[in-house]
T-cell receptor, first 113, second 112 residues
């Protein structure tokens, strides 16, 4: 069974479009995250949700809006896509905040043309 | 907040040699230090972790050491194999924290 899944795996779109990435975990975890990994491989946290509540909102343009309909899902919606948004986006989850292991999804490679 | 530095950024070793990757952290309250391996095109996956009540932990060819006084921890891979080639990330977090603070990654290449 897939623990943390994301869809789609690849996303190619034009500048200015709006797109969403979905994430689901079947581990029963309370906390979920979104990371952005750029071409230099840096893993930068974007958002963290705990029990559907936003905990972390790093310096991310407000074009990015996370939504957590329930503990098992954390979706990422991006408005007015820009070239600089091209990256791999990883969803992750952990049992609780703090010092529990984070399990990553397979990633979504977003390419903005 | 926490600041995690990781060195080196790239590392090449001959198959069978050892590889060492070092990280330093700034927050003395950090007490959990995981290491993740990311193969090309894949997701980061936990390979080993250590908590602050332990100085060293081993799992087959992989070991992690922690020096709380100096605030640094290291990943040691012995008898390296080509399949060890990947990007390795260290991280630090604490019980009352909300996130992992990741290092900038080390690209390890094992030359057959």
């Amino acid at each position: 069974d897939t623990a943390v899944s994301q869809t789609p795996k690849y996303l190619v779109t034009q500048m200015g479009n709006d797109k969403s990435i979905k994430c689901e975990q079947n581990l029963g975890h309370d906390t979920m995250y979104w990371y952005k990994q750029d071409s230099k491989k840096f893993l930068k946290i974007m958002f963290s949700y705990n029990n559907k509540e936003l905990i972390i909102n790093e310096t991310v343009p407000n074009r990015f809006s996370p939504k957590s309909p329930d503990k098992a899902h954390l979706n990422l919606h991006i408005n007015s896509l820009e070239l600089g948004d091209s990256a791999v986006y990883f969803c992750a989850s952990s049992l609780r905040q703090g010092t529990d292991t984070q399990y990553f999804g397979p990633g979504t490679r977003l390419t903005v043309l | 907040g926490e600041n995690v530095e990781q060195h080196p950024s790239t590392l090449s070793v001959q198959e069978g040699d050892s590889a060492v990757i070092k990280c330093t952290y700034s927050d003395s309250a950090s007490n959990y230090f995981p290491w993740y391996k990311q193969e090309l095109g894949k997701r980061p996956q936990l390979i080993i972790d250590i908590r602050s009540n332990v100085g060293e932990k081993k799992d087959q060819r992989i070991a992690v050491t922690l020096n709380k006084t100096a605030k640094h921890f290291s990943l040691h891979i012995t008898e390296t194999q080509p399949e060890d080639s990947a990007v390795y990330f260290c991280a630090a977090s604490r019980n009352t924290g909300n996130q992992f603070y990741f290092g900038t990654g080390t690209s390890l290449t094992v030359i057959p």
